[in-house]
């Protein structure tokens, strides 16, 4: 990998991969995308998302990965995620951990956040899925969860600045009515699972880190059919939930910075 040195652009912790390893994470996301299809395949009424789970992670293993979120650490308490995927059911936001008592019931939708750890590199993507029949409301709010992705992918080119992808993102969702989670933003992604830069899913265009051919950026707009705000689980240290108890949907594909713009690693269900 090769860092670039500190400078205007504010990269020095910023790391550009070769096009082999933008390779090796393309491959990492293309298992990610199968499975992620094949799990909304599994999405009905009276699954529990720990059979979701124990799906992921058998698939992971025997794609010859290792999964990227079990065992991860917890910032604060220690308190290591214990699960393959993060499950997150209606007004859960992110992080939901899967148990065998969650079973799933017509008309919710379920946030699946996949990560995978391949060949010394990380892949990850989420996608919100509804189980079976769901209200208008949960249905808009998936598809403008959808297009605010799309829009945000359209903002990577070499040139632009982080914070477009962010002003694109929040313009789209807060014009259909939808609010951004602010807690919770995507990053940087390769060796490790979470690096430099942070990309968050708001504010102005224009600002921040410049995008540069090499950067791969795992980008995931957040989206709360009512108020932006949202609660950490006191049970269990990781599960985070709307404040309102409001929908909340979650998009999520890793993207290369190619010369040409935009490469989503993986080619994954959409946007």
Not at 44 to 73: H, M, N, Q, W
Not at 219 to 248: F, H, K, Y
Request: proline share 6%; net charge negative.
């Amino acid at each position: 990998m090769e860092r670039i040195g500190v400078g205007a652009s504010g990269l020095s912790r910023t790391v550009l991969k070769s096009p082999a390893e933008i390779g090796i994470m393309d491959d990492a996301n293309r298992i990610i995308r199968k499975i992620l299809a094949d799990l909304g395949g599994l999405v009905r009424p009276d699954v529990s998302t720990a059979e979701l789970d124990a799906f992921a992670e058998a698939r992971i293993r025997e794609a010859g990965g290792v999964p990227a979120f079990k065992g991860y650490p917890h910032r604060h308490d220690g308190r290591d995620f214990p699960a393959t995927i993060c499950a997150s059911v209606n007004d859960e936001v992110v992080h939901g951990i899967p148990r065998p008592d969650v079973r799933l019931r017509d008309g919710d939708i379920v946030s699946v956040d996949l990560g995978i750890q391949y060949r010394g590199y990380y892949g990850d993507a989420a996608w919100t899925f509804a189980v079976g029949e769901v209200a208008p409301e949960a249905g808009r709010l998936l598809e403008v969860t959808r297009e605010a992705l799309r829009r945000a992918i359209d903002q990577v080119r070499p040139g632009g600045r982080i914070s477009d992808i962010g002003h694109a993102v929040q313009s789209w969702v807060e014009d259909q009515g939808f609010s951004v989670v602010r807690e919770f933003v995507g990053h940087g992604i390769g060796s490790s699972l979470h690096e430099e830069p942070q990309v968050p899913n708001f504010g102005p265009p224009g600002k921040g880190v410049r995008l540069h051919p090499g950067m791969v950026l795992a980008i995931e707009p957040m989206v709360n059919a009512g108020g932006a705000g949202v609660l950490l689980s006191a049970d269990d240290g990781w599960t985070a939930r709307t404040q309102d108890g409001s929908l909340s949907a979650h998009f999520e594909v890793s993207v290369a910075v190619t010369e040409r713009g935009a490469m989503v690693l993986g080619d994954p269900l959409a946007p």
